[in-house]
Nanobody, 126 residues
């Protein structure tokens, strides 16, 4: 079993920055992929960014050039540096982790993530 806990959310003005963190505990050796998802009020959850155990990353088009995902395998932590935040980035951000190294799309789909955190709220005002 794996337990994920997010932190670092808050309220900022448009153009500001926040850094989200996610700490994993439990059976962390098998966590090959980790990712950040977000869900805005009344909208579907969407993937923001993902990273594999070797550091290869993927981003949603809407955050490319503004967000950076990273992980520290020795500390079992996942981070999301968010710069130039926009009101449309307002959402609950969730950390997720997936077992397994191979997925048909190269990265796990949302339904293929095995573990989820409770989330941390990010609010960006204009």
């Amino acid at each position: 079993q794996v337990h994920l806990v997010e932190s670092g959310g808050g309220s900022v003005q448009s153009g500001g920055s926040l850094r989200l963190s996610c700490t994993a505990s439990g059976y962390t050796e098998g966590l090959y992929f980790m990712g950040w998802f977000r869900q805005a009020h009344g909208k579907e959850r969407e993937e923001v960014a993902a990273i594999d155990k070797d550091g290869k990353t993927t981003y949603a088009e809407s955050v490319k050039g503004r967000f950076a995902i990273s992980r520290d395998n020795t500390k079992n932590t996942l981070s999301l540096q968010m710069n130039n935040l926009k009101p449309e980035d307002t959402a609950m951000y969730h950390c997720a982790a997936a077992l397994g190294e191979y997925y048909s799309g190269g990265y796990p789909a949302e339904s293929e993530y095995n573990y989820w955190g409770q989330g941390t709220q990010v609010t960006v005002s204009s």
